[in-house]
């Protein structure tokens, strides 16, 4: 199936969405003459709306030899595994980070992404990798730069 | 006088000069893998300015600027791969000469290329920044929302395959603006309750997550399947002759112009004007055969002109607040950030400020003669480092980086949000630079049409009443036009 054939629908869904949450949850101008804090959302989500329903026009009443070859491969299990890990890895760090602090979440996470994504098994230098990037980030960060990093709310 | 003396003594300090000396070789470290853009770069260093004083840290992020433009000329020299768009016109020219034996010669040619190119526009910069910040001091509201306007029409040119998705992509970029506090009635919009978006969505936090992410998605794909680039053990580059240079002096001067002009045109940038000068070079050289095949002339041109873009996108970025490219959208969060508000106003408050940031731009230039002529070999050796390991180094910076912005988790969990929609828009052929040029621009574009409609008490004639309005939003009508014909035809 053609990207456009799905994709102006979709962007025509979001776009309601959006109109529908900033009718319900923004408020209209109080001050006569002044568009108000309202106004702007309106007109961007009537845009969007606008521009999904030109790609469904485009996708659906051309014929298909006409179309532009914009066509988008089925995600593969292997993308999904290296998407879906990147995404979780990046909010387990962040979790990890603040509940036990910078020094034991970054590990973690570099030999998380190196053994479980990258499939690495060579242990020795993965454990050097992972305890070299954490001692430069830290002095780095905290020795040059005095940015504090957390130090693990469960530990403090 | 004293403002020169003011801007030398901050820009010579050993904390800037040492910022702007890692910031082009990161630059040009980023500029050289194929695959690693320094937009990302830029975006990953601006948190680590956030501790340093003003000129050491925007030095730092010119330095990633003017490195990571020159540093695409080298593996399109080597590799024959572009490291960035803008180097792409080099390959035809450069690789060949590398397969010859010659790629000393095309890599001492590209950087004194490139060195003139940044330092030609720099002067142009300078001759013609406060001409128009002069114009721009007496704009008001609407032309303001005019000149923003324009601004965003800019993704015309970023738009890439097509003009609907780019268009897309923009107002996605103004709808993520939209989230946190209004600034002109102080209302909550679409925070839903959380303490944390009223503040909303953070430029750098937004920018990271779509530059990096999405790279490293892409890198931890490959691991496996894509060789290693071989690089080349023996690499020394050479100054060109002074014959060569008298010969291409003339060539150098007329590409350094053609840059300069095409930066200064928002939406454009690097690869349009190294493709024009190439062109240039070609039709006006006494031997356009040898054009692809190894001509030193191909590699100079392209060269002088995508590096005298950085002086060009400087014009409109410094006196209108207008980023003409994404880095340039990522300077201009810098310059947010560390208190300059660019626009006409800047060369009233900040003029020593500007000048310091010349002067950087200058060291960068002698910064990437050095490190290119005499250090290229320890630099081919650091770029043999396999870019999955670089990737899980970028993962743990967008990390560290999003949560020194404001020393909040939460803006880490919004960073890895924001590069999974990064990753998704890429893969549905939506490109990530005009959201974030709607992110940058968004707030003016609504604030200062709000001001302009409470000032004239709700009348929009107030924006047909100024004739520089109407100037920008029809060169606006005009871009997005020609864009549409252009999207039409193919």
């Given at each position: 199936m053609r990207l456009d054939r799905w994709l102006g629908p979709c962007v025509a869904l979001l776009a309601l969405g959006w109109l529908w949450l900033s009718f319900t949850y923004i408020p209209a101008?109080?001050?006569?003459g002044e568009p108000g804090p309202r106004a702007f959302p309106i007109v961007l989500g009537a845009t969007l709306l606008g521009l999904g329903v030109l790609i469904s026009i485009g996708a659906w009443w051309r014929s298909p030899r006409k179309m532009p070859a914009v066509a988008v491969k089925a995600i593969s299990s292997r993308e999904a595994f290296i998407v879906g890990g990147i995404f979780s890895l990046l909010m387990l760090y962040a979790y990890v980070m603040e509940k036990l602090g910078f020094l034991i979440a970054t590990p973690m996470a570099i030999l998380l992404a190196m053994?479980?994504?990258?499939?690495?098994?060579?242990w020795r230098f993965m454990l050097i990798f992972a305890s070299s990037v954490t001692a430069v980030c830290w002095v780095f960060f905290v020795?040059?730069?005095?940015a504090p990093l957390p130090r693990g709310l469960w530990l403090m | 006088m004293d403002t020169l003396a003011q801007a030398f003594s901050a820009a010579l300090t050993l904390q800037a000069i040492g910022a702007t000396v890692l910031g082009t070789v990161i630059g040009l470290f980023f500029g050289s893998?194929?695959?690693?853009t320094f937009s990302m770069a830029l975006a990953l260093m601006l948190p680590f300015?956030?501790?340093?004083?003003?000129t050491p840290a925007l030095a730092l992020l010119l330095g990633v600027y003017v490195g990571g433009m020159t540093g695409g000329s080298v593996s399109a020299i080597l590799?024959?791969?572009?490291?960035?768009?803008?180097a792409a016109a080099t390959v035809f020219d450069g690789h060949p000469m590398a397969q010859k034996g010659e790629a000393g010669v095309a890599l001492g040619a590209a950087v004194i290329a490139s060195t003139f190119g940044g330092l030609f526009s720099l002067v142009v910069m300078m001759l013609l920044l406060e001409q128009v910040a002069a114009v721009a001091i007496k704009f008001g509201p609407a032309e303001i929302f005019a000149l923003v306007l324009f601004g965003l029409s800019t993704i015309c040119g970023m738009a890439e395959r097509s003009l609907t998705r780019g268009l897309i992509a923009g107002v996605l970029g103004l709808m993520l603006m939209?989230?946190?506090?209004?600034?002109?009635?102080g209302v909550a919009r679409l925070?839903?309750?959380?303490v944390q978006l009223q503040q909303g969505v953070n430029l750098l936090v937004a920018m990271i997550g779509l530059f990096a992410i999405p790279q490293v998605i892409t890198t931890f794909l490959n691991h496996g399947r894509v060789k290693s680039l071989e690089i080349p053990s023996d690499v020394r580059a050479s100054l060109p002759s002074l014959r060569q240079l008298k010969e291409h002096f003339w060539l150098m001067v007329r590409c350094a112009g053609i840059g300069t002009g095409i930066g200064a045109i928002?939406?454009?940038?690097g690869p349009i004007a190294a493709f024009l000068a190439y062109d240039h070079a070609r039709r006006f050289s006494?031997?356009?055969?040898g054009f692809g095949k190894g001509e030193l002339a191909g590699v100079i041109a392209p060269e002088t002109a995508n590096n005298a873009v950085t002086g060009g996108t400087m014009i409109p970025l410094l006196?209108?607040?207008?980023?003409?490219d994404p880095a340039t959208a990522v300077i201009l969060g810098g310059l947010l950030l560390h208190g300059l508000q660019p626009g006409p106003m800047l060369f009233r408050t900040h003029l020593s400020a500007i000048y310091a940031l010349y002067i950087a731009i200058v060291l960068a230039y002698v910064v990437i003669l050095v490190v290119q002529i005499w250090g290229i070999r320890v630099f081919v050796r650091v770029l043999r480092v396999p870019p999955h390991l670089l990737a899980v180094c970028i993962i743990v910076m967008c990390v560290l980086g999003s949560y020194a912005i404001?020393?909040?988790?939460f803006d880490v969990y919004l960073m890895g949000v924001m590069g999974l929609l990064g990753y998704f828009l890429q893969r549905i052929h939506i490109p990530i630079a005009p959201v974030v040029l709607g992110l940058v621009l968004g707030e003016t574009l609504e604030n200062q049409y709000r001001t302009a409609l409470i000032l004239s008490e709700g009348s929009h004639a107030i924006f047909m009443d100024s004739g520089v309005a109407v100037l920008f939003f029809a060169i606006t009508a005009l871009t997005l036009g020609l864009q549409l014909r252009s999207s039409l035809r193919k």
């Open positions: 101008a109080r001050v006569e053994s479980g994504l990258l499939g690495m098994r060579e020795k040059l730069l005095e | 893998i194929p695959g690693l300015t956030f501790s340093m004083s003003q590799l024959g791969i572009p490291g960035t768009p803008s939209i989230i946190g506090l209004d600034e002109l009635d925070t839903f309750g959380t928002p939406g454009t940038g006494k031997r356009p055969g006196s209108l607040g207008i980023p003409g404001r020393n909040s988790i």
